[in-house]
């Protein structure tokens, strides 16, 4: 005998459904391998930076968790880490893997290559406005940020860092 669908068996039906692929897609966060992975490098190579900057500079300055530029490079320890991390879990020939894979050459590329050399520009330009007189109308222009990219070390380290965080985080799941 044929089953007869009321509209309030619907209506009942729709919101089991839609609150229970909500909380699916809710429940999922946590468990999302290599978001966790990127954000957790992230904040790791960030906070590094207070160490390695007193190691170089042999003073604290926690100022240097919120800065860009230094070492590790907290973009480059992002993006392995992601890369990495979806590599671990879909696969190398994923297309997901494939986007991270690129996402995170053209983020490093950026790292060691333009934001470098306009940091170094910065420096350059920085140091001529020092030199105009008092009466110069530059003269009292706030200076430009100089730490905007990473050396090739800093990239590199960065990214080994992102790559053992995944790792990690694969591990322990």
């Not at 039906?13 to 999922?28: I, K, L, Y």
């Not at 420096?123 to 009292?140: A, D, G, M, T, Y």
Request: aromatic residues 8%; proline residues 6%.
């Amino acid at each position: 005998m044929d089953e007869v669908m009321t509209v309030a068996d619907a209506r009942s039906a729709g919101q089991t459904t839609s609150s229970s692929s909500s909380a699916s897609s809710f429940s999922g966060l946590p468990s999302n391998l290599p978001l966790l992975s990127a954000f957790l490098s992230c904040a790791l190579a960030q906070f590094l930076k207070i160490f390695t900057n007193w190691y170089k500079e042999r003073r604290w300055d926690s100022k240097k968790m919120f800065d860009s530029g230094g070492m590790p490079s907290s973009h480059s320890a992002t993006v392995t880490a992601l890369a990495m991390a979806i590599g671990l879990q879909e696969g190398p020939g994923s297309p997901a893997f494939a986007i991270a894979f690129v996402l995170a050459c053209v983020v490093m590329y950026d790292a060691t290559g333009v934001r470098l050399h306009a940091g170094r520009q910065a420096e350059l330009l920085n140091q001529i406005v020092c030199e105009f007189p008092p009466e110069h109308p530059l003269s009292s222009v706030r200076p430009l940020r100089e730490l905007l990219g990473h050396t090739p070390l800093q990239v590199v380290a960065g990214s080994l860092l992102g790559c053992i965080v995944a790792y990690l985080m694969r591990n322990t799941d």
